[in-house]
């Protein structure tokens, strides 16, 4: 009797553990692959997303998804109250099952940017299902156009904003901008991307990284130009790789690439006023010789990383001038005084940073070093002098 009692209380255990009840199979769910967010002139929310046409996929056609019937991809969108009400929408006029927790990258609107984006972020992070690691990005003019687009190389522009936010700019996820938009000290920035004409001019409509984007708060403030981005490089947790063109006149160039970089930061407090001494240090190499120089000579390495110091402190000096201009520190300017001051930080500065941000003073130092000229040291294509 004990047995059978036992056997009974094992079957009734099994039951509850049960975990097929609630599956869903792969054939009844839409995997969203990225999401556009844009706000309407009416007030609403315009909820977009992309997702693969699973149909499609294996077929001859290549490259972009294209406009015709046999695109690799589907595009929807609609408006609501709150995102949540706009995916109500879509869904319900779809037969899969919408599945978020594949999303690449998340793109705001420039309306929505200039109005402020957290409300309607705040159901990307109250889910498990949707990624905190996923990329956010802004763009200029509608987000929908992005997921529009047609690049070549990638089947959806969704994947081609995913692999140039990581290639060719400064990355920022999910987890990223909302530690920006709680943490004093710090205001938030985001690559900028626009739908352009491939070149020559084509069909196709390419993605291209075009700046970086200011926020105080949740707000867009400003903007930084494709020439003004590489001045905020220095001051990332973790220093990204990236070329520049080395001017030194009368026909006389260089393509140098930025191996390693770091930035010191020291601020003090005198009678009042903030300063703070900037001090990069970074080691180069020399990719393209557009030049008559003989890089085996000390004194053209000398004359390149004087000039490289020059515009690395000049490239910085314009984000010190931006951020004080638009009272936005994307740098993290309060981080360091808040470390380095934590009782001024706390009664006098924190509540009042953007208003103080104006009045900092600061200077900057550069030191660069040539570390690596190639395989050879002159223009193969020059003759000798």
């Given amino acids: 009797m004990k047995r059978l009692a036992f056997v009974f209380t094992v079957v009734l255990s099994m039951l509850t553990v049960a975990g097929c009840w609630d599956r869903r199979e792969v054939n009844d769910i839409a995997l969203v692959i990225a999401m556009a967010i844009d706000k309407e002139p009416n007030g609403l929310y315009r909820l977009s997303v992309q997702v693969p046409l699973v149909s499609s996929l294996g077929g001859p056609s290549g490259g972009g998804g294209g406009t015709s019937g046999d695109k690799s991809y ?33 793109i705001i609107g420039e309306q929505l940017a200039k109005e402020g ?141 930025f191996q390693k970089g770091r930035a010191n930061i020291e601020p003090t407090i005198k009678n009042g006023r903030i300063h703070f001494n900037i001090r990069v240090y970074t080691t180069v190499g020399v990719v393209e010789n557009m030049s008559t120089y003989d890089l085996s000579d000390r004194k053209v390495n000398l004359m390149i990383e004087k000039k490289l110091e020059k515009d690395i402190t000049e490239s910085i000096q314009k984000i010190i001038n931006k951020t004080k201009e638009t009272r936005s520190d994307t740098i993290g300017l309060g981080i360091i005084l808040a470390r380095n001051y934590p009782i001024e930080w706390k009664r006098k500065y924190r509540d009042r940073w953007n208003e103080e941000l104006p009045h900092i003073t600061s200077s900057i130092e550069s030191h660069v070093q040539v570390s690596n000229v190639g395989q050879t040291t002159t223009n193969i294509t020059k003759e000798d002098p």
């Fill in 74 to 106: 589907y595009v929807d969108s609609a408006v609501g109250e709150t995102i949540r009400v706009a995916n109500n929408k879509i869904q319900a006029r779809m037969s899969r099952h919408l599945y978020y927790a594949h999303h690449r990258v998340v």
């Fill in 117 to 257: 984006f957290s409300e309607p972020l705040d159901i990307i992070s109250r889910f498990p299902e949707n990624r905190l690691t996923a990329y956010i990005v802004m763009t200029k003019g509608k987000a929908i156009s992005l997921l529009e687009a047609q690049p070549q190389f990638e089947r959806f522009s969704g994947e081609a904003i995913r692999e140039m936010v990581k290639s060719i700019t400064i990355p920022v996820t999910i987890k990223d901008i909302s530690q920006m938009l709680n943490t004093p000290g710090v205001d938030a920035f985001l690559p900028i991307f626009e739908a352009i004409d491939s070149q020559p001019k084509g069909k196709s409509k390419e993605i291209g990284a075009t700046g970086i984007g200011i926020f105080r708060g949740d707000k867009l403030v400003g903007k930084y130009t494709s020439q003004e981005v590489g001045g905020l490089h220095w001051f990332q947790r973790t220093f990204d790789s990236f070329s520049t063109l080395l001017d030194l006149g009368s026909g006389q160039r260089f393509s140098v690439y």
